[in-house]
C-alpha cells in the first residue's frame, strides 16, 4: 500500500507527540471496532497518552517498557517476570498469553507506537525524526489496513514539529 506524498510531508511536519497521540488514537479506534475488554488494555492506554503531555519522559519510559508487547513476547530464555518490576509473575504470564491471542498485526500496531515515544526519548531528533516518522507511517498503513473507519492524520497535524525541538507542546486525548 502505497502512502500519497501529501500525508508524507503532514507526519514530516508533526511533532513526536502529536505522531504519538495519532498512534494512541489508531489503537482506541481497534480497540473499539473489535470490542476488546481486557485489565491489560484498561491499564495500556492511559500510560499511553501519558506520554502525550509529561515532562518527565524517564518515568513513562519506566512505566511503558513493562507492558511493550515486543519485550514481553520475547522468547529467550532470559526473559522473565523478574524483567519487569510492575508486574508479577503471575501477571507477567497472563500479560504474555493476553498479548500472544491478539491479532499480531495490532500487535504490531501497539509496538509500533510505543516505538514513536521511545526512538528519540534521548537523542537528538534531527530533521524531522526519521526513526519515529518511519513508525508513525507503518501505524498509519495498519490502521488503513485493520480499521473499519480511516483515521484522519489532519487531527494530529496541528501539533508542529518546529514546536520544543520537534516534540511539539503537549497534547491533551
Keep these: ?10 507526519i514530516k ?4 507527540r502529536g505522531r504519538f497521540a495519532f498512534g494512541v488514537f489508531c489503537l482506541e479506534k481497534y480497540i473499539t471496532e473489535n470490542d476488546l475488554k481486557s485489565k491489560w488494555i ?19 519510559e519506566e512505566k511503558i517498557s513493562d507492558l511493550t508487547p515486543l519485550n514481553i513476547l520475547d522468547e529467550s530464555p532470559r526473559n522473565s517476570h523478574s524483567d519487569y518490576p ?5 501477571e507477567f504470564i497472563e500479560l504474555k498469553k493476553y498479548y500472544g491471542e491478539l491479532d499480531n498485526e495490532f500487535v504490531q500496531m501497539i509496538n509500533e507506537t510505543i516505538e514513536i515515544g521511545l ?6 531528533t534531527g530533521d524531522f525524526s526519521e526513526s519515529t516518522y ?8 495498519l490502521a488503513n489496513k485493520l480499521l473499519t473507519e480511516k483515521p484522519n492524520f489532519d487531527n494530529f497535524y496541528k501539533s508542529k514539529f518546529t514546536e520544543f525541538h520537534g516534540w511539539g507542546n503537549n497534547v491533551n486525548k
Design 134 to 141: 518511519d513508525s508513525t507511517i507503518l501505524v498509519y498503513k
Design 119 to 124: 526512538s528519540n526519548i534521548y537523542g537528538g
Design 13 to 16: 511536519q508533526t511533532s513526536i
Design 42 to 60: 484498561e491499564k495500556l492506554i492511559p500510560i499511553l497518552w501519558q506520554f502525550t503531555n509529561t515532562d518527565r519522559m524517564d518515568l513513562w
Design 86 to 90: 510492575s508486574l508479577t509473575e503471575s
Design 1 to 10: 500500500m502505497t502512502i500519497e506524498w501529501k500525508i508524507k510531508n503532514k
